[in-house]
């Protein structure tokens, strides 16, 4: 078996910890500026603004955070137009982060481990939770919001990112009400006369806990909404939608309250991953014609689900794709993200569910053993049938790794394409770009030619040089690798979300 795909130039590790954690280190500076140091070529065509969410800061006046999930949110604004970039990065300015920056210290506990100085007496029964609208950004009714999922979202100036304040859509949300962050937008929604509406969904804990489905119209405004109370604890990050169904995993995991009330453990530290129970996959269809819809619940093996690729029906069934793990680490109190064990966790990997809404029975198979995260469809096809997958995944083929490479995946033929950045580059989530113009609304809502004609734009990482840039790959040749490579003044952490706009969005000030 042939364990690389560059086997004569890359050494066995692909990576090297220490260059790869240099990653992890937080840009204080925001800037803005044309990007002149460019190789290869930006395609003409390409045109628009690539917004990527991600934490921006790993300290707080030099104070660590415990986990980069708690991490601040920082947006990146990339605008391209006739072969030429502009950059721009401004942290998104929520209460927290303007209280720490005065006080210069952590002042809130995270969700994923970082704690107050002052051990457990300063955390007892601090329950306050800061809104670090760190995880996706996108533009939708002409609202450029930054969402985390504990929270409401916060809107901003796509021209210049300055914070607006906080999103409540008319009122629907109250304050500090959670929103999701992985909206999904339905190109062609039937229950909008065939026009594109943004659904997404909101978590509310408790002993039981409550999934709340929103659906936003062009304008952005909330058209429906229904909630579905669930027994047991959940920890749903992302979801999927078809045309009729959201369809939800509820991942066995058990969640206890007691440490983290008494301040020794935070929030994230207290779920535990449970192998020997099944995961719920929670169905709520869309249809509120007729009032408040039923949920189904369906049972699979074990196995834990943060991203979804996609969904679709087919034939009575629902089609599921998505980045599963065989288990969630546990967040160890005091332990270091940096000093990651790869080889020591399981991968996430690329599995296919057959859920038979008749029969009540679900089959699962394993699409891409390959280690990979952060997986991307044609917008033109969520919810309907794909066949192209682009994900960030590891540079081998097999183990676990740092995500060093873009991986596209064809359903359909089984065939799989590599660009690999190793050793010194690490990638993140792919944004795949349509070539056709979007419709009148600014969106890709429809395939036109082949689903693969377009580019792949990701933020890499380049530890050598110890800058970021953006690369862009033509989305049908993966192989050839970058065909340009923006190279930014500066390197730029780790990131999770972002989504690609045709508005241009400049502002030379
Ligand atoms: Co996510």
Not at 61 to 87: S, V, Y
Request: proline share 6%.
């Amino acid at each position: 078996m042939q364990l690389f795909e560059h086997a004569s130039t890359v050494p066995i590790t692909s990576y090297n910890t220490e260059e790869w954690q240099k990653g992890y280190r937080s840009l204080h500076q925001e800037y803005e500026y044309w990007i002149d140091e460019i190789e290869g070529e930006i395609p003409q065509a390409l045109e628009g603004t690539l917004f990527r969410n991600g934490p921006g800061l790993l300290d707080v006046n030099g104070q660590q955070l415990q986990h980069p999930f708690d991490g601040d949110g920082m947006i990146c604004a990339i605008a391209i137009k006739d072969g030429r970039a502009h950059f721009r990065n401004r942290f998104v300015k929520t209460e927290g982060y303007l209280a720490e920056q005065k006080a210069g210290k952590i002042l809130y506990r995270g969700v994923f481990g970082t704690q107050k100085p002052g051990g457990w007496l300063a955390n007892a029964f601090d329950t306050r939770t800061k809104n670090i609208a760190n995880t996706q950004v996108l533009y939708w009714g002409g609202k450029l919001l930054a969402l985390w999922e504990a929270a409401e979202p916060h809107r901003l100036d796509p021209q210049t990112l300055e914070t607006l304040g906080q999103e409540y859509f008319d009122g629907v949300l109250s304050k500090g009400a959670p929103f999701a962050a992985h909206p999904w937008i339905d190109p062609v929604s039937q229950f909008d006369d065939g026009k594109p509406c943004l659904v997404n969904f909101s978590i509310k804990a408790g002993l039981s806990f409550t999934i709340a489905i929103y659906e936003l119209d062009l304008n952005g405004k909330i058209v429906r909404q229904h909630d579905h109370p669930v027994p047991g604890f959940a920890f749903i990050h992302d979801f999927a939608i078809t045309p009729n169904y959201c369809i939800f995993f509820q991942n066995p995991v058990d969640f206890n309250p007691i440490p983290f009330l008494a301040g020794m453990k935070s929030a994230g530290e207290c779920i535990k991953f449970r192998p020997d129970k099944p995961t719920r996959i929670i169905l709520i269809p869309r249809d509120t014609s007729s009032g408040r819809p039923t949920a189904q619940i369906l049972e699979t093996q074990s196995g834990f689900v943060f991203h979804h690729a996609n969904a679709y029906e087919e034939d009575g069934e629902i089609i599921l794709d998505s980045v599963c793990y065989e288990n969630l680490p546990s967040v160890e109190p005091g332990s270091d993200y940096r000093q990651t064990d790869f080889e020591a966790l399981a991968p996430g990997q690329l599995w296919r569910f057959n859920l038979n809404l008749a029969d009540q029975t679900v089959k699962r198979e394993l699409l891409e053993q390959r280690c990979c995260e952060f997986p991307f469809v044609h917008p033109g096809v969520a919810g309907r049938k794909h066949r192209y997958i682009y994900m960030a995944a590891a540079h081998a083929s097999s183990g676990n790794a740092p995500h060093q490479a873009i991986l596209k995946v064809d359903v359909e033929s089984g065939e799989r394409s590599v660009a690999s950045f190793a050793p010194d580059g690490y990638v993140g989530e792919p944004v795949f770009v349509p070539r056709d113009r979007s419709d009148e609304s600014g969106l890709y809502t429809q395939v036109q030619g082949d689903e693969d004609d377009g580019w792949l734009l990701a933020i890499a990482y380049d530890s050598k040089s110890d800058r970021s840039s953006v690369v862009i790959l033509d989305a049908k040749n993966v192989e050839q690798g970058a065909i340009a490579r923006l190279h930014f003044k500066h390197h730029v952490p780790y990131g999770l979300h972002g989504n690609f706009t045709p508005h241009y969005f400049e502002s030379e000030s």
